[in-house]
């Protein structure tokens, strides 16, 4: 795990493709972020205004890499997004301090949920394939899943790490993340509610 756990902590992106390869997950290439002219979604000819810099896909569908080009396509793109298809995982994107709550109560009840973020908007949890429809009634909760969905994964820009995946335990079921998702919506809405 310690090799796996050190490239996904990495800035590298070439050895964190290969890392969420060696997991079983679909690598895909993003765009990239460049300092002082932004993302290279913006080359185009009429451009719009880009929301997630360097940390989405080039086009509408996600095409994962041949596992033996993965070297050779990052190579060709240094500091391209590393782009994972919903297909081993189910991802639960949620506001930020929702998802700090959620890690706060599942890290007290020893559930490893993997969690990323992006800045301090949105969190992502990682829950079972397959299982994060359960979660889809929730309120404030964006839940992806399948081929054509996909999430940007750090060292993408402005993505990292708050639990990183461990290869020798499962992702957990969207019904172990459930009771402390509620708990923390909860209590969003009753600060909201005291101002």
């Known amino acids: 795990m310690g090799e796996i756990l050190q490239a996904l902590h990495g800035r ?4 964190s493709a290969a890392a969420y390869a060696r ?3 679909p690598v895909a ?3 990239r972020h460049r300092t002082g002219s932004g993302c290279t979604c913006q080359d185009g000819p009429a451009p719009t205004a880009c929301v997630t810099p360097g940390a989405h896909p080039p086009g509408d569908d996600v095409i994962p890499l041949e596992r033996g080009g993965l070297t050779a396509a990052f190579e060709a793109a240094p500091g391209a997004g590393v782009i994972v298809p919903c297909t081993r995982f189910d991802a639960l994107v949620v506001a930020h301090s929702i998802g700090m709550g959620v890690m ?9 949920v993997p969690c990323l973020t992006a800045g301090h908007s949105t969190a992502t949890l990682l829950v079972e394939a397959g299982t994060g429809s359960l979660l889809a009634d929730c309120p404030q909760v964006d839940v992806r899943s399948g081929p054509d969905a996909w999430v940007a994964m750090p060292p993408s820009y402005g993505v990292r790490w ?3 995946p461990d290869d020798e335990l499962p ?15 909860k209590l969003a809405l009753a600060a ?4």
């Open 171 to 185: 992702i957990p079921p969207a019904e172990a993340v459930r009771p402390h998702l509620a708990t923390a919506l």
């Open 192 to 195: 909201r509610a005291q101002g």
């Open 23 to 25: 997991l079983g997950w």
């Open 29 to 31: 290439i993003g765009h």
């Open 162 to 164: 708050d639990t990183a």
């Open 104 to 112: 706060l109560r599942a890290d007290a009840s020893s559930l490893h």
């Open 12 to 15: 590298d992106s070439i050895e």
